[in-house]
């Protein structure tokens, strides 16, 4: 069984990814490093999508699941998918559904519950480590990165505006797309205001019962 992971942005979606990704074997899907992926390449796929991107046009979502199909052809035998940010709207959502089915693959959603409240107050008040790039959220008190040491500042892209329309744009494209797949009883969640730690055992716990990949 693939995964399907949905948050909003300041749900720790990124974080959770990866922590799952390990845990139950999954070989994770994410669109921009796909894209990047390609890049390196000297397929058809590779070339399609490298003259789009140099066109400056936007990658359209039959390309993209082109790109899942390619990814889900070079998974080992058994092996299950984590896909992240994917689908992300209704359109997405239909081509998706159909190329899961054509490929013969089940599914579950996961969704990290947080409130567009919620995600606006810890965007706006987490902050960004000027030399290694390591983001804080708010309740990290001290002025300076443990990591490196480096100054702690608020992320430029951070302001309420920008962030605004970036949680705006989850709660009108993607929202919909976790209704139905919940309408249609595959959809599992968590809650997302628990700290990390927290969250992440909540995650392991639903997906237990369902989850377990070669
Ligand atoms: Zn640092």
Redesign the pocket.
């Known amino acids: 069984m693939d995964l399907v992971l949905f948050g909003i942005q300041g749900s720790g979606k990124g974080t959770q990814s990866k922590i799952i990704a390990e845990k139950f074997n999954l070989q994770i899907f994410e669109t921009g490093g796909e894209l990047r992926k390609l890049s390196s390449l000297d397929t058809e796929l590779a070339k399609k999508v490298k003259s789009i991107i140099e066109s400056g046009k936007l990658v359209p979502t039959e390309v993209v699941m082109e790109i899942v199909a390619n990814f889900l052809h070079q998974l080992p035998e058994g092996a299950c998918a984590l896909f992240d940010g994917i689908p992300r709207s209704d359109d997405q959502q239909v081509q998706f559904d159909a190329l899961m089915k054509k490929e013969g693959r089940s599914f579950m959603g996961l969704t990290i519950n947080l409130t567009e409240e919620e995600a606006m107050k810890r965007l706006t008040t987490r902050r960004i480590?000027?030399?290694?790039?390591?983001i804080y959220p708010a309740f990290y008190d001290k002025p300076v990165?443990e990591?490196?040491?480096?100054e702690l500042i608020t992320r430029s892209d951070d302001t309420p505006d920008a962030i605004k329309i970036r949680l705006s744009t989850f709660t009108e494209k993607t929202l919909p797309v976790i209704n139905d797949y919940k309408s249609r009883g595959l959809m599992l969640d968590v809650n997302g205001r628990e700290s990390i730690g927290n969250v992440t055992k909540e995650i392991f716990e639903v997906l237990s019962p369902h989850f377990k990949c070669l």
């Open positions: 480590c000027t030399k290694c790039k390591e990165c990591k490196c040491g480096g």
